[in-house]
């Protein structure tokens, strides 16, 4: 990612998002100062990602305070702004979390909120950091200090995050230290974050890498052109199931038929301890439009339903380990993510 591309920022008087339906094509910044163009940009993944919608949570807080006070709101109509905030996208642990963080400073004003939100963006930036280290150190490890061939899924680059990224911060590091040979990035249906966002990246970052079907990555990794896949995680039950984008699961069974690791890199903010498993994340669907339309045009049969989950679970006996800011971790015997620590 170039130096002057931040996903999500703070001016000093509104939220900075940079717009991600408008990737590859072109690069423009929405300026939020409202809680409906907020909550209208996280529903359309102007701004997506777990650790990016944290970041985002927290800095919403902030814009509620301040429409608040610019419009006379009273608590009620205050509290229920955050909430909507809160509750845009069910699925993305993050968000509630980053919310929560700093919504019980409010009373000491929107100052204190905005210190503390700021501080869930630097936290974010350093931690992405940080697993790129300890996922590349673990590859390097158990693969050898070889140029690597990687496959991930979906967008956990710096455009999900605050900056630098997690699957793709440790694609980024492996990158610095001259071991990969090449990434191949599914291109996620049906809204392309793969093709559209991690292709994106990885062209700005010149590594080199395919984009491939979704369809075509079982066939990749079992015909072993993939050394290990790595993606990120919208959320992580207590057990270590863990929700990403769907299509996720299709890439840890192939990864477990062909023996190679899988793995799932993301922050401590994504492990959601009061979830206890896969079966009681809440799996987000989204319109019958993104499937049944290509644009305007009808691509299915007058009256055809719509399948349409946003994320699927991945078991956590698929998961190789799960690298996070403070370190691998490997859920054997059925750990827990916080028995692991």
Same mark, same amino acid.
């Given at each position: ?20 339906t ?12 409202? !809680?409906?163009?907020?909550?209208? *940009?996280?529903?359309?993944?102007? $701004?997506? =990602?777990?650790? +990016?919608? /944290?970041?985002? @949570? %927290? ?7 301040r ?9 009620a ?13 069910p ?11 700093v919504?019980?400073?409010?009373e000491k004003?929107?100052?204190? !909120?905005?210190?503390?939100?700021? *501080?869930?963006?630097?936290?974010? $930036?350093? =931690?992405?950091? +940080?697993? /790129?280290?300890? @996922? %590349? ?19 956990a680059?710096a455009?999900a ?5 997690t699957?793709?911060?440790?694609v980024r590091?492996?990158h ?17 974050q793969g093709?559209?966002l ?9 590594i ?16 072993g052109?993939v ?30 038929a ?13 492990i ?10 809440p ?6 439009a ?7 045009a009808?691509?299915?049969?007058e009256g ?27 859920l ?10």
């Open positions: 990612m170039t130096p002057d591309i931040a996903p999500i920022e703070w001016t000093g008087d509104s939220l900075r998002l940079l717009d991600q408008l990737l590859p094509a072109r690069v423009e910044y929405r300026d939020i100062t409202d !809680v409906d163009d907020l909550v209208d *940009a996280i529903k359309r993944l102007v $701004v997506r =990602g777990a650790p +990016a919608l /944290g970041v985002a @949570g %927290a800095l919403g807080v902030v814009v509620a305070l429409q608040g006070e610019r419009e006379g709101w009273d608590a109509t205050l509290d229920a702004a955050i909430t909507r905030i809160r509750e845009a996208r699925t993305a642990v993050n968000l509630a979390a980053g919310v929560d963080r919504r019980s400073l409010a004003g929107t100052d204190a !909120v905005l210190a503390e939100a700021l *501080a869930v963006l630097d936290e974010d $930036v350093q =931690g992405n950091h +940080a697993i /790129g280290r300890h @996922g %590349a150190d673990w590859l390097s490890t158990r693969l050898g200090a070889k140029p690597l061939r990687l496959l991930t899924h979906c967008n680059g455009l995050t605050a900056g630098w990224g699957a793709l911060g440790v590091e492996l610095t230290r001259n071991l990969i040979d090449t990434v191949y990035a599914n291109e996620t249906r049906p809204l392309l093709s559209r991690t292709a994106w990246e990885l062209h700005q970052l010149g080199p890498y395919y984009v491939q079907p979704d369809s075509a990555a079982a066939g990749t990794i079992l015909r052109h050394d290990a896949a790595i993606v990120g995680a919208d959320r992580i039950a207590a057990n270590g199931d863990t929700a990403n984008k769907v299509g996720t699961l299709a890439v840890a069974l192939a990864c477990a062909a023996g190679i690791p899988f793995l799932v890199a993301a922050p401590w903010s994504t959601d301890l009061s979830t206890p498993d896969g079966e009681h994340i799996i987000e669907q989204r319109s019958p993104e499937i049944l339309a290509n644009g305007p009808s691509v299915t049969p055809a339903r719509a399948h349409n989950p946003a994320f699927d679970v991945t078991p956590a006996r698929l998961i190789t380990a799960l690298i996070t800011e403070t370190g691998p971790l490997i054997a015997d059925g750990q827990t993510p916080a028995r692991a620590r």
